[in-house]
């Protein structure tokens, strides 16, 4: 099973829509694909038709230990299951304040799971906060969705680090896997140019042995496109909604990209220009 954390502390960059719509084109390929509404906001969640309205068990009550995974997860589509959020998730984090090893809830939680699953994709809220950490420290690799502004790399320097601490202290094995481009847009001289700049990036760490130094970014960089906007609002993945988008064009490649034959899947530790 390949665990993913898909990660970044900035809001409205992409991670919800790439975390919904990259496990429906998983599922599409013939995967086990199990989702994880790690963030308050519940967007997985709704946009996947489940209401977070508290009747029911969510995320919260497995973080607190009143509730096993798999009496909480439901299935949403063909091959697609849902560990649901809902709004009492925010106070999740006071709660756990006190509690020795708050870290490594979510991960013990997997361990005792019965249920296999080819992927286990983890959509985090836009903080680096208890959440998250558990979404790290229970997944292999993490997954950055960027929108290709200005900032981007600013804010990029930030999470690698917490995510080399993070290695550090609680699982050496986390690697960051691969940077999607989300919200591209082709003519803008400013998404080519943080493109650009972001390999330059990440060329410099290849083989300094930071969780980073084997990540890649994928070449199926997801375009603006308003479908992709609108599908969440009718509880469905692009896929159902406008099959024939190019939203749904680019998270099929970016599944083919992570999954396919061609899929560079290299042990942990080493770098990508050693597999190459
Ligand atoms: P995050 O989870 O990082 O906060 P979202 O995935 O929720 O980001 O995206 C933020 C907003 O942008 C949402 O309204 C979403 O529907 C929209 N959006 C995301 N990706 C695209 C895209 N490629 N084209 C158009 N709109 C998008
Ligand atoms: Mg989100």
Redesign the pocket.
């Known amino acids: 099973m390949r665990r993913i954390a898909v990660i970044?502390q900035?809001?409205?960059?992409?991670?919800?829509?790439?975390?919904v719509n990259l496990g429906a084109a998983l599922a599409r390929r013939g995967r086990r694909v199990c989702l994880v509404d790690l963030?308050p906001q519940a967007?997985a969640t709704t946009h996947l038709g489940v209401e977070p309205d508290g009747q029911k068990p969510s995320i919260y009550h497995v973080l607190l230990g009143q509730c096993y995974i798999q009496q909480v997860r439901r299935q949403v589509a063909e091959g697609l299951w849902l560990v649901p959020a809902d709004l009492d998730l925010a106070a999740a984090e006071v709660e756990l304040a006190g509690v020795v090893g708050r870290e490594v809830i979510l991960r013990e939680a997997l361990q005792k799971d019965e249920e296999t699953f080819d992927y286990l994709l983890m959509?985090c809220g836009?903080s680096l906060g208890v959440l998250t950490l558990n979404a790290l420290a229970a997944a292999d690799e993490v997954l950055i969705?960027l929108q290709p502004h200005f900032l981007a790399l600013h804010g990029l320097s930030k999470l690698l680090e917490t995510t080399a601490l993070v290695a550090r202290r609680i699982h050496p094995g986390l690697r960051v896997s691969g940077i999607v481009i989300?919200?591209?847009d082709s003519s803008t001289r400013l998404a080519q140019e943080v493109v650009a700049d972001l390999h330059t990036f990440l060329e410099r760490s290849r083989g300094q042995g930071l969780p980073w130094s084997c990540a890649r970014i994928f070449a199926s960089k997801?375009?603006?496109?308003?479908k992709?906007?609108?599908?969440?609002s009718h509880g469905q993945t692009i896929f159902s909604y406008a099959p024939k988008s190019p939203?749904a064009a680019?998270y099929a490649a970016l599944a083919e990209e992570i999954d396919g034959a061609g899929a560079t899947s290299f042990p942990v530790g080493m770098s990508a220009t050693e597999v190459e």
């Open positions: 970044n900035k809001g409205g960059v992409g991670k919800t829509t790439t975390t963030d967007h959509d836009p969705p989300c919200l591209f997801i375009r603006r496109n308003i992709l906007a609108e599908c969440p939203g680019d």
